[in-house]
């Protein structure tokens, strides 16, 4: 029999999640703890307790804890081993790698950002099972992609591949965009409560369904479910770059499949359809007819068992 096994963690900007999995992608154990406002050395020593606890445990339960695989929401940085995660404080270029090989010198590590890890997760064990190139969309607080081409993780020449957010999808450019990127001005879960806001400014006689400055993209999502004018002009501004982006994805990368996850999907799993029927206009006519667009399978839980993909491919 074979025992072997793999820790899979995936960091959150509040939470950290940790699962052991078999060779086969099935959880044998899993826990969450929170950072409760935690950064800098202070979580790097939390990730480390998870891992020691976790290799306890499976020396205990006469498992061989072969790799650990950690999803970072941000950038990593893989010749330095340096994060750069935004959510969690004081990991800004931070020497993640070297804290925990300090600490665990023997337990293999291995960190990937969490783009990566949605991807590996949906390849693995998920929507997109058995795929060879297919590309994760997360749209959540920001957005970015996972890209598999040819069955390998695309990171770039500085490990920043897959800021989608930042594509040029709306001429003429405006400094508005220089914060976020001008896709994820618009059409990130921030984004659409901003794209809301703006068509209410120019609608002085507004008095549908979304009330005051402090909107939020559930806020926006409820007001289209009752007809609202506003939030079906901001979902018809969104769907339609969504779909822009997609055919991009289609037409530069010839993907088998694209997950659209993230908290915004979610409620927008509603689009999926509309969002490929406006990918079809833009996209290379003979990829689009060969990629399925879908949501993610996993949900929450792509970034971990990503992260436990990791693991076994670097084991």
Same mark, same amino acid.
């Given at each position: 029999?074979?025992?072997?096994?793999?820790?899979?963690?995936?960091?959150?900007?509040?939470?950290?999640?940790?699962?052991?999995?078999?060779?086969?992608?099935?959880?044998?154990?899993?826990?969450? *703890?929170?950072?409760?406002?935690?950064?800098?050395?202070?979580?790097?020593?939390?990730?480390?307790?998870?891992? $020691?606890?976790?290799?306890?445990?499976?020396?205990?339960?006469?498992?061989?804890?072969?790799?650990?695989?950690?999803?970072?929401? =941000?950038?990593?940085?893989?010749?330095?081993?340096?994060?750069?995660?935004?959510?969690? #404080?004081?990991?800004?270029?931070?020497?993640?790698?070297?804290?925990?090989?300090?600490?665990?010198?023997?337990?293999?590590?291995?960190?990937?950002?969490?783009?990566?890890?949605?991807?590996?997760?949906?390849?693995?064990?998920?929507?997109? $099972?058995?795929?060879?190139?297919?590309?994760?969309?997360?749209?959540?607080?920001?957005?970015?992609?996972?890209?598999?081409?040819?069955?390998?993780?695309?990171?770039?020449? =500085?490990?920043?591949?897959?800021?989608?957010?930042?594509?040029?999808?709306? #001429? #003429?450019?405006?400094?508005?965009?220089?914060?976020?990127?001008?896709?994820?001005?618009?059409?990130?879960?921030?984004?659409?409560?901003?794209?809301?806001?703006?068509?209410?400014?120019?609608?002085?006689?507004?008095?549908?369904?979304?009330?005051?400055?402090?909107?939020?993209?559930?806020?926006?999502?409820?007001?289209?479910?009752?007809?609202?004018?506003?939030?079906?002009?901001?979902?018809?501004?969104?769907?339609?770059?969504?779909?822009?982006? *997609?055919?991009?994805?289609?037409?530069?990368?010839?993907?088998?499949?694209?997950?659209?996850?993230?908290?915004?999907?979610?409620?927008?799993?509603?689009?999926?359809?509309?969002?490929?029927?406006?990918?079809?206009?833009?996209?290379?006519?003979?990829?689009?007819?060969?990629?399925?667009?879908?949501?993610?399978?996993?949900?929450?839980?792509?970034?971990?068992?990503?992260?436990?993909?990791?693991?076994?491919?670097?084991?």
């Amino acid at each position: 029999m074979n025992n072997n096994c793999y820790l899979g963690i995936d960091c959150g900007g509040t939470k950290i999640a940790a699962a052991v999995f078999s060779q086969f992608g099935k959880i044998i154990t899993d826990k969450t *703890v929170f950072l409760e406002g935690t950064g800098g050395a202070d979580a790097a020593d939390l990730l480390c307790s998870l891992i $020691k606890e976790y290799d306890d445990f499976c020396r205990h339960s006469e498992l061989n804890l072969m790799s650990t695989g950690i999803c970072i929401p =941000g950038i990593v940085y893989h010749d330095s081993g340096k994060v750069w995660a935004p959510n969690i #404080p004081g990991w800004d270029h931070y020497q993640l790698l070297d804290d925990i090989q300090k600490i665990l010198p023997d337990i293999p590590v291995h960190l990937d950002s969490d783009r990566a890890c949605y991807i590996l997760g949906e390849t693995w064990t998920g929507a997109a $099972k058995g795929c060879h190139n297919a590309i994760f969309v997360a749209v959540g607080t920001g957005i970015g992609i996972g890209i598999l081409a040819d069955d390998r993780i695309l990171r770039g020449h =500085g490990d920043i591949a897959g800021a989608t957010g930042w594509m040029a999808l709306k #001429p #003429p450019y405006n400094k508005k965009y220089n914060d976020c990127g001008c896709f994820e001005y618009y059409a990130s879960g921030d984004g659409i409560a901003r794209t809301a806001l703006e068509i209410i400014s120019e609608m002085p006689e507004y008095t549908g369904v979304l009330k005051g400055t402090d909107i939020k993209a559930y806020d926006v999502f409820t007001a289209y479910k009752e007809n609202d004018p506003v939030a079906k002009k901001t979902f018809k501004i969104v769907i339609e770059l969504w779909g822009m982006a *997609v055919a991009n994805y289609v037409s530069l990368f010839n993907p088998q499949m694209i997950i659209f996850g993230g908290g915004v999907f979610g409620p927008a799993i509603q689009f999926i359809p509309d969002i490929k029927k406006e990918a079809e206009k833009w996209a290379q006519p003979i990829s689009i007819k060969q990629v399925k667009i879908c949501a993610s399978s996993l949900g929450k839980n792509s970034g971990l068992y990503g992260a436990g993909r990791l693991a076994m491919i670097n084991s």
